[in-house]
């Protein structure tokens, strides 16, 4: 009677590719930048791959150029800011690297003036099945938000 050897997985660079999708799907998408990219080519590209979507929970300044670069991967985000959904929402942003498969989008502590900028620019995220909006300062007319 003959045993096969079974092979031990000993190093993460050893998984494969479906074990690591399933990885990343756990953490937040700047968390697994963060934590495998740069790390070695095979994880970059796997990062970088379009079928891996990137779901975001919270951007800061230091990540906000490397998201930017995968802004074809991000299928969920979240802001806490106004001045990330001013830079996100910017119309030259919009046309020159759109957020293609964005379907759900959480705004919170948002201005309302910066409200009324963006809200034009929504309509470009074809693929938006969600919106969240917490504003900062609800004084303003809801009128003029939809006119």
């Known amino acids: 009677m003959k ?3 079974k092979k031990l997985i000993t190093s993460i660079k ?3 590719n479906e074990i690591r999708y399933e990885t990343f799907e756990y953490l937040d998408g700047c968390q697994a930048f963060q934590s495998f990219g740069n790390l070695n080519y095979r994880f970059d ?7 891996f979507l ?4 919270d951007l800061s300044i230091l990540n906000l150029n490397e998201i930017i670069s995968l802004n074809k991967q991000i299928f969920s985000l979240k802001l806490y800011t106004s001045l990330y959904v001013q830079q996100l929402l910017s119309p ?6 759109p957020l293609n498969h964005l379907q759900s989008f959480s705004i919170s502590y948002v201005k309302s003036d910066v409200l009324i900028s ?3 620019e929504l309509r470009f995220l074809t693929r938006l099945q969600s919106l969240t909006i917490h504003m900062y300062d609800v004084p303003m007319d809801i ?5």
Request: proline fraction near 6%; glycine fraction near 0%; hydrophobic fraction near 45%.
């Open 92 to 97: 030259s942003f919009i046309f020159d690297s």
């Open 14 to 16: 050893n998984l494969p």
């Open 45 to 51: 590209e796997l990062l970088k791959s379009s079928s």
């Open 118 to 120: 963006i809200l034009p």
């Open 143 to 147: 009128a003029k938000l939809i006119n």
């Open 54 to 57: 990137f779901k975001i929970d």
């Open 3 to 5: 045993f096969k050897k």
